[in-house]
C-alpha cells in the first residue's frame, strides 16, 4: 500500500510529524513501513521564465536561450524540439541533482550554458505517467507557475511516499479513507474526511434496472447521470492519482478511480449512450469470446461473473469494462456501476485470463460491505463539483443494503487477563474513542459500535490487539516461559516411513517428490476408485486445480521426463498422500521400475525388472513392517487394469484388508510403448499403518541339520502358486521353515488346462534333530491337502 503524505494532510494536522516519525509509529502499531520515497529526488530546481530563443550557430537542432529565474537570467542551450520564448520551464541550476546527472556550468559548441530546461523524465518522473507529447520534449508549465518558485512543489512531486506492508487481516488499509481513520488513531489526532453521506440520494425517477443472476454477486447498485462535462481534472485530483501511480486522463475517468482509492471500492463509469436498453444484469453461465477495454479479445467460460445488457456482453465483472461502452471525448452522460463481487470468483477469472487489474485486486481482498453506498455517494458528490452533473436519475439497486455496525460488551479484566498487563478501564477507554468504536462506558464494562470498515473486529481478543498495538507492546510483563522437558523422537508412522524408505533405497530406488495439486487428466483414471476428486475453490492455476486420487500417474510423469531426458533406466518411488471427497486423506507409496537396469554393459549383464521383482519388493517391505507372508496375500488383479496388465499384476491383501495394486504396467500406456515393459505398485500406507503387526523375531542359527523335500504337482491352470503355499505353510506348521517354487511348466507332456508346479519345501527344527519318518509323515500330510482342496496330482 502506497500512502501520499501530501494527501494524509488533507485529511489531518501533520505540522510536527515527520516522515521518518510516522514510519516508526505506523511500524510499532503492525503497519510496517517498508520504504520511504520522494515524488522526485531532484535538487536544485526553479521555475523560469524563456525570454530568448534562437537557433545554435554551430548546429542544426540546439537552441541558446535566455531563461528568467527570478534571481537572475541565465544562457542555457537546450536541444528539446518544443523549447520557445515565453514559456515557464523547469530550470536545473548549477549544481543541481538530476536521477542520472549532476548539473554544472559548460560550453556546448561554443556557447556558454549555464545550466539545463528540463523534461519531466530527466527530474525522475516514471514514462508511464507521461501523455507522448511530454515524453518528447520539456515540461512547459502552465502561465500561473511563479518564476523562481518550487516546480516540484507546483507540480505536486514534493511529496513523499511510503510503501506499507499490510497483514492479511487488515485490507481496510488499503483505501485511503480507513488508513486516514487508522493513522488518526494512531497519532490521537482527528481525521477530517469529505462529507459525501447521502449525495447519491437526490435523482427523479429512474428508467435504469440492475438485477443479478448469479450467487457470486449480491449487491448491485446503477445510477444515470444524463448530463457530464469532460474536462481536465483538478490539481489536487491529478496529484492524488499521480502519488499511487494513476494516470489522469479526464474528469469523469479520474473520479472513478480516485474513488476506488478513497474507499477502497472499484467503481465502473458507462457511456449511457452504449447501453440504450437502460438495463444491466450480472450472469454467471455464459461462453463467448470478448473484447475487453485493453483492446484484446478474451474467452469466458461459465463461472465468470459477466456484466450484460440484454444479450450483450459489456464487461468482466470486477476486472476490466469492455471497448464497445468506454467513456471516450464525445461522452455527455453516464451510467454508473457500483457492485460487490465474490472475491473467489473475482481471483479465478482474474489468474485464468491473465488480468490483475487494480479493480481486480481490490475485489480479491475482504471489502467493507457499506462500501458501495458510501462509492456511489462519493461518486455523484464528485461528478456534481467537477463534472457539472445533471439530469441525474434515483439510483437502481440489486440486493439488500446491511447493516454494517456491530455491538460488542467489554470489559478491562478480560483484556488485562489475556494479554498480561494492567490498563485501567479509562485508558482502555480512551483506545476505542481513538478508534472511533464510540465506546460507552456502563459499570464495569464499555459497549462499542465497531464501523463496518473494521471487518476484522468480531471478538474480545480482536479488541485485545488493538489495545496493545496502540497502547505499547512494552507493557507486556516480561516473564519466563513455562517450558516442559520433553524427549524428542519419531513417531511410530514416522519410523514405519523411514523403515520402508530405507528397505527401498536398499533395493536401489531413489525417492521423488510430485506435487500433490494436479490437472483435471491425472484424476480422470485413479489407480482404484475412492471418490469424488477434491477441486480448490482458488487454484492457482488449471495445472494446479484438483488434489490427486493415486500417487502412480504423478511417477509415470515423473518417469515420462526421465525419458525424454535420455535417462532410460530409473527405478523410483514416492510416498504421498491423495485426497477425496469429503475432503478424507489416504497416504499412499507408489513405484515404478525401468524394464531393465544394466549392471555391466561390457560383460553384458543387466537385471530385469519383471512381475516377480516388484512382487518381492512390496512383499520386502511389507516384511520389514512386520507382516510376513503368512498374512500377505496376492491375488489375481481383476478390477485395477486401467494401469495394469490384467495378465502380469496382482491385488494385495494384507489378512483380508485391500492393500493395493503390483505388477507390470498395461501395455496401452504411451509410457510402455515408448520405454517397453515397466513394473509399477501402489499401496495404502494409511491401511498398513493402522494393522496391528506381528513382532519381529530374531533368534540363532539352528543347531540341528534341516530336511528338503521337493515336490512336483501337476495341478489346474485357475489355482495359484501362493494359494498353494499359504496350504503348505498352515498345514506344516513351525516346522515348515521355508516353501518356495522353484520350476513351472507347460507344454508337452502336460495335460491341457494344467500346469506343472515343482515347489521346494524346507523343514527345520530348532529344538531336536528332525529324523526322515517324522518327515514323511507330514510331507504326506501336506500332499492330502493339496490333493484334497486344490486337486493336486503328484507326478511321477
Given at each position: 500500500?502506497?500512502?501520499?503524505?501530501?494527501?494524509?494532510?488533507?485529511?489531518?494536522?501533520?505540522?510536527?510529524?515527520?516522515?521518518?516519525?510516522?514510519?516508526?509509529?505506523?511500524?510499532?502499531?503492525?503497519?510496517?513501513?517498508?520504504?520511504?520515497?520522494?515524488?522526485?529526488?531532484?535538487?536544485?530546481?526553479?521555475?523560469?521564465?524563456?525570454?530568448?530563443?534562437?537557433?545554435?550557430?554551430?548546429?542544426?537542432?540546439?537552441?541558446?536561450?535566455?531563461?528568467?529565474?527570478?534571481?537572475?537570467?541565465?544562457?542555457?542551450?537546450?536541444?528539446?524540439?518544443?523549447?520557445?520564448?515565453?514559456?515557464?520551464?523547469?530550470?536545473?541550476?548549477?549544481?543541481?541533482?538530476?536521477?542520472?546527472?549532476?548539473?554544472?556550468?559548460?560550453?556546448?559548441?561554443?556557447?556558454?550554458?549555464?545550466?539545463?530546461?528540463?523534461?519531466?523524465?530527466?527530474?525522475?518522473?516514471?514514462?508511464?505517467?507521461?501523455?507522448?507529447?511530454?515524453?518528447?520534449?520539456?515540461?512547459?508549465?502552465?502561465?500561473?507557475?511563479?518564476?523562481?518558485?518550487?516546480?516540484?512543489?507546483?507540480?505536486?512531486?514534493?511529496?513523499?511516499?511510503?510503501?506499507?506492508?499490510?497483514?492479511?487481516?487488515?485490507?481496510?488499509?488499503?483505501?485511503?479513507?480507513?488508513?486516514?481513520?487508522?493513522?488518526?488513531?494512531?497519532?490521537?489526532?482527528?481525521?477530517?474526511?469529505?462529507?459525501?453521506?447521502?449525495?447519491?440520494?437526490?435523482?427523479?425517477?429512474?428508467?435504469?434496472?440492475?438485477?443479478?443472476?448469479?450467487?457470486?454477486?449480491?449487491?448491485?447498485?446503477?445510477?444515470?447521470?444524463?448530463?457530464?462535462?469532460?474536462?481536465?481534472?483538478?490539481?489536487?485530483?491529478?496529484?492524488?492519482?499521480?502519488?499511487?501511480?494513476?494516470?489522469?486522463?479526464?474528469?469523469?475517468?479520474?473520479?472513478?478511480?480516485?474513488?476506488?482509492?478513497?474507499?477502497?471500492?472499484?467503481?465502473?463509469?458507462?457511456?449511457?449512450?452504449?447501453?440504450?436498453?437502460?438495463?444491466?444484469?450480472?450472469?454467471?453461465?455464459?461462453?463467448?469470446?470478448?473484447?475487453?477495454?485493453?483492446?484484446?479479445?478474451?474467452?469466458?467460460?461459465?463461472?465468470?461473473?459477466?456484466?450484460?445488457?440484454?444479450?450483450?456482453?459489456?464487461?468482466?465483472?470486477?476486472?476490466?469494462?469492455?471497448?464497445?461502452?468506454?467513456?471516450?471525448?464525445?461522452?455527455?452522460?453516464?451510467?454508473?456501476?457500483?457492485?460487490?463481487?465474490?472475491?473467489?470468483?473475482?481471483?479465478?477469472?482474474?489468474?485464468?485470463?491473465?488480468?490483475?487489474?487494480?479493480?481486480?485486486?481490490?475485489?480479491?481482498?475482504?471489502?467493507?460491505?457499506?462500501?458501495?453506498?458510501?462509492?456511489?455517494?462519493?461518486?455523484?458528490?464528485?461528478?456534481?463539483?467537477?463534472?457539472?452533473?445533471?439530469?441525474?436519475?434515483?439510483?437502481?439497486?440489486?440486493?439488500?443494503?446491511?447493516?454494517?455496525?456491530?455491538?460488542?460488551?467489554?470489559?478491562?479484566?478480560?483484556?488485562?487477563?489475556?494479554?498480561?498487563?494492567?490498563?485501567?478501564?479509562?485508558?482502555?477507554?480512551?483506545?476505542?474513542?481513538?478508534?472511533?468504536?464510540?465506546?460507552?462506558?456502563?459499570?464495569?464494562?464499555?459497549?462499542?459500535?465497531?464501523?463496518?470498515?473494521?471487518?476484522?473486529?468480531?471478538?474480545?481478543?480482536?479488541?485485545?490487539?488493538?489495545?496493545?498495538?496502540?497502547?505499547?507492546?512494552?507493557?507486556?510483563?516480561?516473564?519466563?516461559?513455562?517450558?516442559?522437558?520433553?524427549?524428542?523422537?519419531?513417531?511410530?508412522?514416522?519410523?514405519?516411513?523411514?523403515?520402508?524408505?530405507?528397505?527401498?533405497?536398499?533395493?536401489?530406488?531413489?525417492?521423488?517428490?510430485?506435487?500433490?495439486?494436479?490437472?483435471?487428466?491425472?484424476?480422470?483414471?485413479?489407480?482404484?476408485?475412492?471418490?469424488?476428486?477434491?477441486?480448490?475453490?482458488?487454484?492457482?492455476?488449471?495445472?494446479?486445480?484438483?488434489?490427486?486420487?493415486?500417487?502412480?500417474?504423478?511417477?509415470?510423469?515423473?518417469?515420462?521426463?526421465?525419458?525424454?531426458?535420455?535417462?532410460?533406466?530409473?527405478?523410483?518411488?514416492?510416498?504421498?498422500?491423495?485426497?477425496?471427497?469429503?475432503?478424507?486423506?489416504?497416504?499412499?507409496?507408489?513405484?515404478?521400475?525401468?524394464?531393465?537396469?544394466?549392471l555391466s554393459l561390457w560383460q553384458k549383464a543387466a537385471l530385469q525388472n519383471d512381475f516377480y521383482r516388484i512382487k518381492g519388493m512390496v512383499a520386502g517391505v511389507l516384511s520389514e513392517l512386520g507382516f510376513g507372508q503368512n498374512r500377505v496375500f496376492f491375488k489375481e488383479n481383476i478390477e485395477q487394469s486401467e494401469y495394469f496388465h490384467p495378465g502380469q499384476s496382482a491385488a494385495i491383501y494384507l489378512d483380508k484388508t485391500f492393500l493395493g495394486v503390483c505388477g507390470m504396467l498395461h501395455p496401452k500406456l504411451e509410457i510402455v510403448k515408448q520405454a517397453g515393459a515397466l513394473g509399477a505398485a501402489e499401496l495404502d500406507l494409511s491401511a498398513i499403518f493402522s494393522a496391528k503387526a506381528s513382532a519381529i523375531r530374531y533368534q540363532p542359527i539352528p543347531r540341528y541339520p534341516g530336511i528338503q523335500r521337493d515336490l512336483a504337482l501337476l495341478i489346474p491352470q485357475s489355482q495359484s502358486a501362493g494359494a498353494l503355499i499359504n496350504a503348505i505353510y498352515k498345514t506344516g506348521g513351525k516346522l515348515v521353515e521355508k516353501a518356495e517354487v522353484f520350476d513351472l511348466y507347460t507344454g508337452k507332456g502336460v495335460p491341457d488346462g494344467q500346469k506343472s508346479l515343482a515347489i521346494r519345501i524346507s523343514y527345520q527344527s530348532y529344538e531336536k534333530t528332525l529324523v526322515e519318518a517324522e518327515i514323511d509323515v507330514l510331507t504326506n500330510t501336506i500332499i492330502e491337502r493339496l490333493q484334497r482342496d486344490f486337486q493336486a496330482?503328484?507326478?511321477?
Open positions: 500500500m502506497q500512502l501520499s503524505i501530501n494527501w494524509l494532510k488533507s485529511y489531518m494536522d501533520l505540522s510536527d510529524i515527520t516522515p521518518a516519525i510516522l514510519r516508526d509509529k505506523l511500524t510499532s502499531a503492525g503497519l510496517e513501513v517498508e520504504r520511504i520515497e520522494q515524488g522526485s529526488p531532484a535538487t536544485g530546481l526553479t521555475i523560469g521564465l524563456v525570454l530568448t530563443c534562437n537557433p545554435h550557430p554551430d548546429s542544426d537542432h540546439l537552441k541558446c536561450t535566455t531563461v528568467d529565474v527570478g534571481s537572475t537570467v541565465l544562457s542555457i542551450v537546450c536541444g528539446a524540439p518544443n523549447v520557445a520564448a515565453g514559456q515557464k520551464v523547469i530550470v536545473a541550476m548549477d549544481g543541481a541533482v538530476l536521477p542520472q546527472i549532476v548539473i554544472k556550468k559548460s560550453v556546448i559548441r561554443g556557447q556558454q550554458s549555464e545550466g539545463m530546461i528540463c523534461s519531466l523524465s530527466e527530474i525522475g518522473v516514471d514514462a508511464s505517467m507521461q501523455s507522448e507529447a511530454q515524453l518528447a520534449g520539456i515540461e512547459v508549465l502552465s502561465k500561473d507557475a511563479p518564476i523562481g518558485g518550487d516546480p516540484l512543489a507546483f507540480l505536486g512531486l514534493d511529496d513523499t511516499i511510503l510503501e506499507i506492508s499490510l497483514t492479511p487481516n487488515r485490507s481496510d488499509c488499503y483505501a485511503m479513507w480507513p488508513l486516514a481513520k487508522e493513522i488518526g488513531a494512531i497519532l490521537d489526532r482527528p481525521v477530517t474526511l469529505p462529507d459525501c453521506e447521502g449525495a447519491a440520494d437526490i435523482g427523479g425517477p429512474t428508467s435504469l434496472k440492475v438485477a443479478s443472476e448469479a450467487k457470486g454477486c449480491p449487491t448491485f447498485l446503477g445510477k444515470v447521470i444524463g448530463s457530464v462535462t469532460l474536462k481536465p481534472s483538478p490539481d489536487w485530483i491529478v496529484k492524488a492519482l499521480h502519488s499511487y501511480g494513476v494516470k489522469s486522463i479526464n474528469n469523469v475517468v479520474d473520479i472513478s478511480n480516485l474513488v476506488m482509492l478513497e474507499t477502497g471500492q472499484p467503481t465502473h463509469f458507462y457511456d449511457k449512450d452504449k447501453i440504450p436498453l437502460r438495463q444491466i444484469t450480472v450472469k454467471d453461465n455464459i461462453a463467448a469470446d470478448y473484447t475487453a477495454l485493453d483492446g484484446n479479445t478474451y474467452s469466458c467460460t461459465p463461472g465468470d461473473l459477466m456484466i450484460t445488457t440484454g444479450d450483450k456482453l459489456i464487461g468482466f465483472a470486477g476486472i476490466m469494462g469492455g471497448d464497445d461502452s468506454k467513456i471516450l471525448d464525445t461522452t455527455t452522460g453516464i451510467i454508473i456501476e457500483v457492485a460487490s463481487f465474490d472475491r473467489v470468483h473475482i481471483r479465478r477469472t482474474s489468474r485464468r485470463l491473465g488480468l490483475q487489474t487494480e479493480a481486480a485486486v481490490h475485489y480479491q481482498r475482504v471489502m467493507e460491505p457499506l462500501t458501495p453506498y458510501k462509492a456511489m455517494d462519493r461518486c455523484v458528490a464528485l461528478l456534481l463539483q467537477y463534472a457539472d452533473a445533471k439530469e441525474i436519475e434515483a439510483t437502481a439497486i440489486y440486493g439488500i443494503k446491511p447493516s454494517g455496525e456491530l455491538k460488542l460488551l467489554t470489559d478491562e479484566k478480560f483484556h488485562n487477563k489475556l494479554l498480561g498487563t494492567n490498563f485501567s478501564l479509562e485508558e482502555i477507554t480512551d483506545v476505542f474513542r481513538r478508534l472511533d468504536f464510540k465506546p460507552v462506558v456502563k459499570g464495569s464494562q464499555v459497549e462499542l459500535t465497531i464501523p463496518s470498515y473494521r471487518s476484522d473486529i468480531s471478538i474480545q481478543p480482536d479488541l485485545s490487539e488493538e489495545i496493545i498495538r496502540l497502547l505499547g507492546f512494552e507493557n507486556i510483563t516480561s516473564t519466563l516461559p513455562v517450558l516442559v522437558s520433553k524427549e524428542g523422537g519419531l513417531s511410530l508412522d514416522q519410523k514405519k516411513r523411514e523403515k520402508i524408505k530405507d528397505v527401498l533405497t536398499g533395493y536401489g530406488l531413489q525417492e521423488v517428490i510430485n506435487y500433490s495439486l494436479v490437472n483435471r487428466s491425472f484424476i480422470n483414471h485413479p489407480t482404484w476408485e475412492l471418490g469424488e476428486a477434491v477441486e480448490l475453490a482458488n487454484p492457482l492455476s488449471e495445472e494446479r486445480r484438483y488434489y490427486r486420487t493415486s500417487v502412480l500417474p504423478s511417477l509415470i510423469s515423473t518417469a515420462l521426463y526421465q525419458l525424454d531426458h535420455y535417462q532410460d533406466e530409473f527405478a523410483l518411488f514416492e510416498i504421498g498422500d491423495v485426497y477425496y471427497e469429503p475432503m478424507e486423506k489416504q497416504e499412499r507409496l507408489s513405484i515404478i521400475l525401468s524394464s531393465n537396469v544394466d496330482q503328484i507326478r511321477s
